[in-house]
């Protein structure tokens, strides 16, 4: 085994420090670059969540008011060029409106002949509803009243049957026989 001996020659070491001086200045810096990148990293992502959340805040804020305000133009008729201004909640009340409105036939579709209308959609919509309402009471109904229907022949048929064979059963009994049996056995 080969042995080396080094010398070093350290002459900056008295102008900047010792060396353990030197040791926990740099360690000290190490730490404190650590500790900076780790709060800038929690700091710069904290600051991103909250600048998402002030600006979906004012997108929220800007586009209620565009929807409420800001009044956009529409064609009044298709024969002239008169235009009128609505707001986004007005538009949207006169489709359904008018969609509520037309004319359908008996599937609900949109009809443009006379002898094929229904009437309108709401009524077409409406009318089915309530039949269905309508259909499913009347079975409710029937179902109800068949039960009681089948409950009533039921008790009247037992109460026939058990009257019958009463009826039948002394019809067919000798109560002469029965009687002089009884005689006879209480006379022994």
């Excluded at 990148?37 to 002030?54: C, G, H, L, W, Y």
């Excluded at 008018?98 to 008996?106: A, F, G, H, P």
Aim: with cysteine.
């Amino acid at each position: 085994m080969a042995k080396f001996k080094i010398d070093v020659d350290i002459d900056w070491a008295d102008e900047y420090g010792t060396i353990d001086e030197r040791l926990q200045e740099s360690i000290k810096q190490s730490i404190l670059e650590k500790i900076e990148d780790t709060v800038m990293d929690q700091i710069q992502e904290t600051a991103v969540n909250e600048a998402e959340k002030r600006v979906g805040i004012w997108v929220n804020n800007y586009l209620t008011k565009v929807i409420k305000e800001k009044k956009f133009p529409r064609p009044v008729n298709t024969y002239d060029d008169k235009v009128e201004y609505i707001t986004i909640p007005e538009l949207i009340n006169r489709k359904i409106e008018q969609s509520l409105t037309q004319e359908v036939d008996k599937y609900g579709k949109i009809t443009h002949y006379n002898g094929d209308v229904y009437g309108t959609r709401m009524d077409w919509i409406t009318g089915k509803l309530a039949r269905k309402y309508a259909d499913e009471r009347v079975q409710e109904f029937v179902r109800g009243i068949k039960c009681d229907i089948e409950d009533y022949t039921s008790e009247k048929v037992k109460k026939e049957l058990v009257k019958r064979l009463t009826s039948n059963l002394v019809q067919n009994i000798d109560f002469n026989k029965v009687f002089k049996e009884e005689d006879h056995e209480s006379k022994k």
